[in-house]
């Protein structure tokens, strides 16, 4: 390939949570390149020595279980502190974090600009030529925050990123453009190592609509790995907290081991060396994947509500990222869309490929395909009440805008603060801050200044903000920065000085009064469930519940706090079986009402 | 702007759905910034393609300031107190389920989502079946002129406008009833 004679390549790249791949379009197709190691795909993993060598891909991983090796960085990046779980090599930086290596702490930006730096590398190996534009991907339920951050990724990688992409418009786009004169309505699922996404399309005359997009960013593969490695570890009398960073990396990639041999075989064997074995059935897989389906299938259902389309008018249901490889998952899916999904793409390339096509339309080398997508999350500013006043409701295409006027409330208020959130809760606490800004006002009498404020989400789904003063005209961009400092800070105060006023409650009478008011909605839960579906019990699931119903009753009729906990607790126990039969029950009623 | 005006369309109340979403694409393909147009000018078509795709804005628009005052149709009027009961059922429902304490209660509580979800989709047909009644109105309103009929209009307008906003809260609902059956979303 001849550089000289394009005017300009950008790079499509799929910066994924386990691996990373990226792509260009080539005579109107789009094609991934190889890195030196012959692979498409790239581990989406960094080493970092102590004199500052840096290592990425298979070499990184190769370290992995003997030398620290930062992996699934995505589900870090653009995230404070307070968001993620507790994890090894996660430090505290002011709101923010970052991650420890040999050669000092790096920020998620940082680390993902290294994996960015090494595809850049490859695409400039294979075209033969400098490589400056990208097109980079980010899972469609991303925010404001999390999608800045890869951009400035891409940027400390040398990379101009013409545009953030989402995931599954990026595999619908792999999948449509051969299907250029069909119209179709199509759901793309897409599951991979950290993430889940469900976007619903309407593909007609080279117009990819999005209609409609949900998700989850703390969903992927990594949670099986880590429900089967925690459900091992119980088994073999492990206790998680006490093994160390290195052991968990290698019980963890053991039950990723076993989640990949799960996708084909009826049973698998979780072993680890000096510690014993545990044999997982298929069965077992899905009870330990009960909740993670259920979340998902939610975000499937809310998509298509939102979409306003039927699972009967859907033509396709695309299936894509490495976690769809899961016959369970799989399953999932089919009876959520009535629909056998659409295996045909590649799960782990068709997004690197759909970013290419994205960089082919930039760069006007594929001239006949638009596409329209939307604003994943509602953008909105705190009212006065600490509620969230939605400006751009989720699911309206991009780029958009949309205005507020704002005026001073008292006499010569020379500044008001704003809020700017992202979510769909009405409490704006519940919603993620995306950062805050001081409005200034003219000195005048109270009603009299008068500020509007345009808050717009371009094509990137990141989100900027111009004042104009409506007396002057004047237009100010406003710096929107965030206010996770201070928030973080006096946040951690209050449940300090929280936990302290607790500290000095009579310990006994609250553990009695918890437990009294959970065994009094207890008792009639369980008479009503046993109601409802009782007769599905067998006689010693039947006398576990009375015996536990019995201890209550009677611990209740006493004041002694440790008794009537342990009878709750185990009334808790012996009744998860009749809550499961109940909530099944009401999903079948509720999505497949035939079938009751 | 005159959102039919920017669309370069007919100002009609009575609009063919599938050729409106045809004519956006074909404009939406020139105006987009990723084929060389302007973001201001593809936001503006964009805004223009919301209000006249939606038959409440669309009328809304037409009406403008009559809009705001007046009655409501009848018909729209008696589903008020419906809309009300399911609304307040659902968030009775949220409620009760946010404080329970222990697994099974959660659960008998959520052995009335399909009653609830069932009273919600009965809802969105009527309120379906009396937006079309009142979008059947439009060839008419066209025909005979909007100044005639201007009074006529706004009531239209009125109505459409709550008929609107009740099925989007209905559709938020059924999402969190959803939610609460299938486990929640982050």
Not at chain 1, 340 to 365: F, K, N, S, V
């Amino acid at each position: 390939m001849n550089m000289e004679t394009m005017n300009e390549v950008i790079v499509g790249i799929d910066l994924g949570t386990t691996q990373s791949a990226v792509g260009v379009v080539e005579s109107g197709f789009p094609i991934l390149l190889a890195n030196e190691e012959g692979s498409r795909l790239t581990p989406s993993a960094v080493w970092y020595g102590k004199s500052g060598e840096v290592e990425v891909g298979a070499l990184a991983l190769r370290r992995q279980g003997v030398d620290h090796v930062i992996t699934s960085v995505k589900s870090l990046i653009g995230r404070r502190f307070d968001e993620v779980d507790e994890s090894e090599g996660v430090v505290r930086n002011g709101g923010g974090l970052l991650l420890e290596s040999a050669a000092g702490t790096k920020s998620p930006e940082e680390v993902s600009a290294e994996i960015l730096k090494k595809l850049k590398s490859v695409a400039e190996t294979q075209l033969g030529g400098e490589i400056s534009k990208a097109v980079i991907t980010v899972p469609a339920y991303f925010h404001d925050g999390q999608r800045a951050a890869t951009k400035r990724a891409g940027e400390m990688a040398g990379l101009e990123v013409v545009r953030i992409l989402s995931e599954p418009t990026a595999a619908a786009l792999s999948y449509g453009l051969e299907r250029l004169d069909e119209s179709s309505k199509v759901v793309v699922f897409d599951l991979g190592g950290g993430t889940f996404d469900v976007s619903v399309l309407e593909m007609r005359e080279g117009v990819f609509e999005v209609l409609a997009t949900a998700g989850d960013t703390s969903l992927g593969g990594d949670d099986f790995d880590e429900a089967l490695t925690l459900f091992a570890a119980d088994q073999l009398g492990m206790k998680w907290s006490d093994l160390d960073a290195m052991a968990r990396v290698t019980w963890l990639s053991e039950g990723r081991r076993v989640k990949h041999v799960l996708s084909s075989a009826e049973e698998a064997t979780f072993r680890v060396p000096f510690v014993g074995e545990i044999s997982v059935s298929q069965d077992r897989f899905r009870k330990l994947l009960s909740d993670h389906l259920g979340r998902m299938e939610s975000c499937c259902r809310r998509a298509l509500l939102d979409a306003q389309v039927e699972s009967g008018d859907l033509d396709s249901v695309l299936m894509v990222g490495g976690s769809s490889r899961i016959p369970m998952v799989r399953k999932k899916v089919a009876a959520i869309f009535g629909k056998e999904p659409d295996m045909t793409l590649h799960p782990d390339e068709a997004i690197a490929r759909g970013a290419a096509i994205q960089a082919g339309i930039l760069a006007g080398t594929v001239r006949e395909v638009l596409l329209l997508d939307v604003t994943p999350l509602s953008l909105g500013i705190e009212t006065m009440g600490g509620l969230m006043n939605i400006l751009i409701p989720r699911n309206t295409t991009i780029p958009c805008k949309a205005g507020e006027m704002f005026t001073n409330a008292v006499d010569f208020q020379c500044s008001m603060k704003i809020q700017v959130l992202q979510g769909e809760r009405e409490l704006a606490k519940d919603n993620w801050e995306l950062g805050g800004f001081e409005l200034p006002f003219e000195a005048s009498g109270r009603g009299q200044a008068r500020v509007g404020v345009e808050f717009r989400i371009d094509a990137d789904g990141i989100l900027s903000v111009l004042a104009r003063d409506v007396a002057t005209g004047k237009d100010t961009v406003i710096e929107v920065g965030s206010s996770a400092v201070d928030v973080t800070e006096a946040k951690v105060e209050r449940m300090v000085s929280q936990s302290v006023e607790f500290a000095f409650e009579d310990m006994n009478a609250r553990v009695f009064e918890e437990a009294r008011l959970k065994a009094n909605e207890l008792l009639p839960a369980v008479k009503m469930a046993l109601s409802q579906v009782g007769d599905l019990l067998d006689r010693s699931e039947l006398q576990e519940v009375a015996e536990a119903r019995a201890k209550v009753e009677k611990a209740l009729l006493g004041n002694q706090s440790a008794l009537l906990k342990e009878g709750v607790e185990c009334l808790d126990r012996a009744t998860e079986s009749m809550a499961t039969l109940l909530i099944e029950k009401a999903s079948r009623s509720v999505f497949s009402p035939q079938g009751d | 702007m005159d959102p039919f005006l920017i669309l370069g369309l007919p100002e009609r109340l009575a609009v063919d759905t599938g050729q409106l979403e045809e004519h956006f694409r074909r404009l939406g393909k020139e105006a987009h910034p990723d084929r060389g147009g302007s973001a201001a000018d593809f936001e503006r078509l964009r805004f223009a393609y919301e209000v006249v795709k939606s038959p409440a804005k669309r009328i809304r628009a037409m009406v403008g300031e009559a809009e705001s005052r007046g009655s409501v149709p009848g018909e729209v009027m008696d589903l008020f107190g419906s809309v009300a009961e399911a609304m307040e059922a659902v968030e009775q429902f949220l409620k009760e389920r946010a404080v329970a304490r222990s697994g099974l209660g959660r659960a008998v509580l959520d052995a009335k989502i399909p009653a609830l979800r069932k009273s919600l989709e009965d809802l969105i047909e009527k309120l379906g079946d009396l937006e079309s009644g009142l979008i059947d109105w439009f060839p008419f309103f066209d025909e005979k002129g909007w100044d005639a009929c201007e009074a006529e209009m706004g009531e239209v307008a009125r109505g459409l406008v709550f008929l609107e906003k009740w099925q989007a809260q209905i559709r938020e609902a059924t999402g969190k009833l959803f939610e609460a059956l299938l486990g929640g979303m982050s």
